[in-house]
C-alpha cells in the first residue's frame, strides 16, 4: 500500500475508535468497578497528560497533512498516537469514576467528549479531497484549532475541578447567577406601568416589528396579575436567598468522598431549581394563564422540597449530627439548623400565598 492508502486507513480507524471512545463513555463501567485505581489526583494527572499527547499528535497530523502540503508517511505515527490515546482518555474516566462523585467525573467526561468529538471532526474534514477549495482549508484549519482550544481550556489555572466539592461549587456559581438574571427579569415584569407615558415614549421603543402584525410583544400585566406576579417576586428572592446560603453555609462543610452523594444530589437540585425558576418566571408574563402558573409553581415546590430533605434535619437533630459531616460548632450549627428551618417555612409561606391568589384567577377564567 502507499502511504497515501495508510494514511487514508489510519484517518478511518481513527474516526472508529472516536465512535467507539463516545459510546464508552456512555456505558456504566460495571465491569471496572473491581479493578485497582490510582488516587483521584494520579487519575487526574494521567487525564491532563493525555489531552497533551492528543494536542501534540493533532499538531503534527495537522502539519503533515497540510491539504496544500501533504506527507502522509509522516502522518502515521501521530494518527496511530490519536487512536491510542482517544481510547486511553475514556479509560481514564471510567477509573475516575470508581473514585469520585458523578458531579466531578461529567466536568471530566464533558471535556473528554468535547476532544474525542473534535478529533472525529477532524479526521472527517482529513478524509475529504485534498483539491477542493480554500474553504475546505479553512475548516480543517477550525477543527484543529477546536482540539487546541479544548485541551488549553482544559490544562489552565482552575480549569478542571480538584474535587468533587469544588464541581458542585462550580455549578451552584453558575446557576446562581442564571438564577440571578431570570430574577430580574421578573422584576422587569412586574414594573408598573406609568399611565401617564405619552405615545411618543412608546414610540421611542424598540421597534420589534411585531406591531405590524397586530400584536403587541409586550403585553402589560392588569392589576390583579400584578398582584400575582408580586407575590411570585417574593417567591423568587427566598429561593435566591436559600440558594445562596447553601452557597455559603452547606458546600463548605461537607466532608469529602464521605459526602459525595449529598454533594452530587445538592448539584442536581440546583439544577433544576434553575429550570423551575425559568418556568415559573417565563409563566408570568400577560397574560397569566392560571393552570399554566400552578404546574410550575408545584415544580418549584418540589425542588425546594428536596433540597430540604437533604440539607433539613429533623427538629430533634442538629444540622452537624445530620449531615455527619459538617466541621461546625453546635452553637453554628444550630443556628444553620434555625435559618433553613425558617427559611423553607417562609417559602412555603409564600407558595401557600401564590396558591390561594390563583385558585380565585382560576375560577375568572
Not at 24 to 51: A, N, Q, V, Y
Not at 93 to 115: D, F, H, N, P
Request: contains cysteine; hydrophobic residues 35%; negative net charge.
Amino acid at each position: 500500500m502507499s502511504d497515501s492508502q495508510l494514511a487514508e486507513l489510519a484517518i478511518t480507524l481513527l474516526i472508529e475508535s472516536c465512535n467507539a471512545a463516545s459510546t464508552g463513555l456512555s456505558e456504566d463501567g460495571e465491569d471496572i468497578k473491581g479493578c485497582p485505581t490510582s488516587d483521584f489526583i494520579t487519575l487526574r494527572t494521567d487525564f491532563l497528560s493525555l489531552l497533551s499527547i492528543i494536542y501534540a499528535a493533532t499538531t503534527k497530523v495537522a502539519l503533515s497533512l497540510k491539504p496544500s502540503a501533504s506527507h502522509p508517511k509522516a502522518s502515521l505515527v501521530p494518527l496511530k498516537d490519536l487512536t491510542n490515546n482517544v481510547a486511553a482518555i475514556v479509560h481514564s474516566i471510567r477509573l475516575m469514576r470508581v473514585k469520585e462523585g458523578s458531579t466531578l467525573t461529567q466536568e471530566y467526561e464533558k471535556v473528554a467528549r468535547g476532544v474525542i468529538n473534535a478529533v472525529r471532526s477532524l479526521g472527517i474534514t482529513l478524509t475529504s479531497s485534498p483539491e477542493t477549495s480554500t474553504g475546505s482549508t479553512e475548516e480543517y484549519l477550525v477543527r484543529t484549532g477546536e482540539i487546541h482550544e479544548l485541551i488549553d481550556s482544559a490544562k489552565k489555572t482552575n480549569g478542571l475541578s480538584l474535587n468533587n466539592r469544588e464541581a458542585v461549587c462550580r455549578i451552584f456559581a453558575q446557576d446562581h447567577e442564571s438564577m440571578k438574571d431570570a430574577a430580574e427579569e421578573l422584576q422587569g415584569i412586574c414594573k408598573p406601568v406609568d399611565e401617564n407615558s405619552s405615545d411618543d415614549d412608546e414610540e421611542d421603543d424598540f421597534d420589534d416589528g411585531w406591531a405590524e402584525l397586530g400584536i403587541s410583544s409586550n403585553p402589560k400585566l392588569s392589576p390583579y396579575e400584578l398582584s400575582v406576579a408580586e407575590k411570585v417576586q417574593s417567591l423568587v428572592k427566598l429561593g435566591l436567598l436559600l440558594h445562596k446560603r447553601i452557597i455559603k453555609d452547606i458546600l463548605p462543610s461537607y466532608v469529602l468522598v464521605k459526602e459525595n452523594s449529598s454533594l452530587d444530589k445538592l448539584a442536581v437540585s440546583s439544577g433544576k431549581l434553575v429550570i423551575a425558576f425559568d418556568d415559573l418566571i417565563s409563566s408570568m408574563y400577560a397574560p397569566h394563564q392560571a393552570s399554566n402558573i400552578t404546574t410550575h409553581l408545584g415544580l418549584f415546590q418540589q425542588v425546594v422540597r428536596d433540597f430540604q430533605t437533604i440539607i433539613s434535619p429533623p427538629r430533634s437533630k442538629t444540622l452537624e449530627e445530620q449531615l455527619g459531616g459538617l466541621s461546625v460548632s453546635d452553637e453554628s450549627g444550630n443556628k444553620t439548623t434555625l435559618w433553613f428551618s425558617t427559611c423553607f417555612d417562609q417559602i412555603s409561606k409564600a407558595i401557600r400565598g401564590v396558591s390561594e391568589t390563583l385558585q380565585n384567577l382560576l375560577k375568572d377564567q
